[in-house]
């Protein structure tokens, strides 16, 4: 089997609204009706609530769904002491592709010294982070990712959201520029018409990730935005799933 | 004087380094002299209801010393039968709600209709009406006739609002804790009663030390200040 690659999705319930079905068998379901292979996820109880609980969810669903599901695992700043140990330990468990990390839901900037053990954990390890980006943001918006990105150059930082509504998207290409290992997926509730063809046409579509963003957001409104983009058919299948596969070092399980 | 306080929480806070672990709020509650605590855990606030409500209750047969509080987040609730006369057949003394960090307002119908639940079941409810607003006139609108209410976390602006409340609603209370202005408390007592008044402080997120003393050093005879510092509540939790 050689699918889709969903590079950005969620697991289980969020205090701030309803998602009914949130949990692996639904998501699973949902993978195999779109042609996802892979998912990679972090839990959501894991920033929102607490990150053990979250990640112990997120592992589950990874070792109840060997081959579909992965997972990030969450760093919460406000306990330093406990970051690396809590990465270290998922980072043993079946399905582990990397860190997640959420500066508008644990308030703290993402340049912020409080991420610092998460970071270089990740860059010891060469684990990629995902970040939540939100180009005008004071916590995780551009600026404060050229601060990481210049603090932490060997990190492979995964800006999420094409950076927020509208044409946010257009903040990435000057960013792109400046850090050429920065790679961005491609989830978001209300994008601009023409954000990945813009992308594609700047060059960028060596580093776009398929990301549904579920269950916050159903996939299939996330893949179509893939599927009917007016981009080259090798753009698409790169964005869809080659990307990440050479992302998480997957490549070998092409075939 | 017995202390029982309404109002306290546990569990892991993600907007900063404060730490609410059950290990604190015990501590806390030690520190302040309390007897029992009512306590809620913040994965039903932050992440499930039902999943809170479980540790809630695991928690509270480990530590006598906490009352089960539960919470429904109402952006969760559509099933048709009634969780508040589940939650009262499980041992919960009171229902706690939290819109603030929840993202609702008392306006829309799943709370109004949650409130019928409670005061169906006879499940008390605490909600938070924080400075000035209109949010504990809401409250008195929409809550059906003999819906317990607990005015919780008032601060000192809403305090001539929550009064004219307490007035029209003699089934509600409210919380002293954060009643701040001098006098403050005395009058409250004053206009609606001292038996209409229970102390809840928001342990351990803040410091409980300061509303006991408030308490104990206010004008209030000493009669009204074991009423409000543990009688009330203990009654209106059916005996504690």
Partial sequence: ?????????????????????????????????????????????????????????????????????????????????????ELERCAGLPGFVGVKLHSTTHNVALDSSLYDPAWSWARERGCPVLVHFWAAHGLCGSGNVRKAAARWPGVKLVLAHLGGFGEAWRELLPLAAEHPRLWFDTCGSRHARGAIEGLVAGGRAGRLLYGSDAPWIDPGSQIGKVLYADIPEGA???ILGGNARRLFGWEEAKD | MRILDNHCLF???????RDVSLKKLLSALRSMGAEHGVAVSLRGVFYDHDAGNAETLEVCRRHRELVPAATINPQHYFGRGSLPARLVRQGFRMLRFFPNLQGWTPQGVVFERVLGECAKARLPVAFPIGKASDLASQLCRIAPKGCRVVLSDVYYGGLAECIEVLRRRPEFLMEAGHTCVPGGLEVACREVGAGRVVLGTNQPLESGLGAVEAIRRSELSSRDQAAVLGGNLSRLLGGI
């Fill in chain 1, 1 to 85: 089997m050689s699918g889709f690659v969903d590079a950005h999705a969620h697991l289980g319930a969020h205090g701030d609204f309803l998602m009914p079905r949130g949990g692996a068998d639904d998501l699973v379901r949902r993978m195999d009706a779109l042609g996802v292979e892979r998912t990679a996820l972090s839990a959501n109880a894991a920033f929102c609530s607490d990150f053990r609980l979250g990640n112990d969810q997120a592992a589950a669903a990874a070792a109840a769904h060997p081959g579909r599901i992965f997972f990030y695992a969450v760093a919460n700043p406000h306990y330093p002491d406990g970051m690396a140990p």
């Fill in chain 1, 236 to 238: 698409r299948a790169a």
């Fill in chain 2, 11 to 17: 569990g892991r806070w993600m907007k900063d380094d």
